[in-house]
Structure formats: structure tokens, C-alpha cells
């Protein structure tokens, strides 16, 4: 029989949902919104969390830089495909870094 790759998570101390409630009830005040996804993990939770709390009045935006690395804005794209809610992806254009900087990509589109 194969062990399950999974622990036992405990559960959230009152502390802890104590300020995830506050969290819920401070988005509910802004009625919309919109969360800077990075697909990292604070970005996924956050984007979690308001869409639970206001549905379709929640939508995500992942920024595409010459400064955000190609593979982590895939990453985050491909994320996006297992969260609920709406989407956007929107080039921002960085006018004071040129092309000469090390971690700016060669040939950025955007």
C-alpha cells in the first residue's frame, strides 16, 4: 500500500482566522477589485480570496515586463488556468531601462 504524499494539515489557530476574516470583510468593502497576480504564492492566495468574496467584481492582471522573467510570466499564465475569475494580461512599458541592462531580455516585445 503507498503512503500518502500529503501530512496533516493542521488547523488555523483563532488567530489566524481571526485575520483571514478581517481580510474577507475589508474586500467586501471595495465591492471590485483588481489583484497583481505574479503566480506567486501570496498573489494565488489573495486572488483566492477576493474571488471568493466578490465573484465576477474580481479580476486578476499579471504585468508583462522586460524585467519579468519569460518563465515565470508562463508559470503565471499557466496558474491562471486553475483559479477562478477573470483575467488580463497587460504590457507595461518601462521608458528608463534600456536594452543594454543584464536582466532586461533581448528583442522584448513589449
Known amino acids: 500500500m503507498r503512503e500518502s504524499v500529503f501530512m496533516d494539515i493542521p488547523s488555523p489557530s483563532r488567530q489566524q482566522t481571526e485575520k483571514l476574516n478581517s481580510l474577507k470583510k475589508y474586500i467586501r468593502t471595495l465591492g471590485s477589485t483588481a489583484v497583481a497576480f505574479s503566480g506567486g504564492v501570496d498573489s494565488t492566495f489573495l486572488l483566492k480570496v477576493a474571488h471568493e468574496e466578490l465573484g465576477d467584481k474580481c479580476v486578476a492582471v499579471t504585468a508583462m515586463s522586460c524585467s519579468f522573467p519569460q518563465r515565470e510570466l508562463e508559470e ?9 475569475g477573470r483575467s488580463s494580461l497587460l504590457p507595461a512599458c518601462h521608458p528608463d531601462l534600456s536594452m543594454e541592462k543584464p536582466f532586461q531580455r533581448k528583442n522584448c516585445p513589449w
Do not use: Q
Open 76 to 84: 503565471a499564465i499557466k496558474k491562471r488556468e486553475y483559479l477562478p
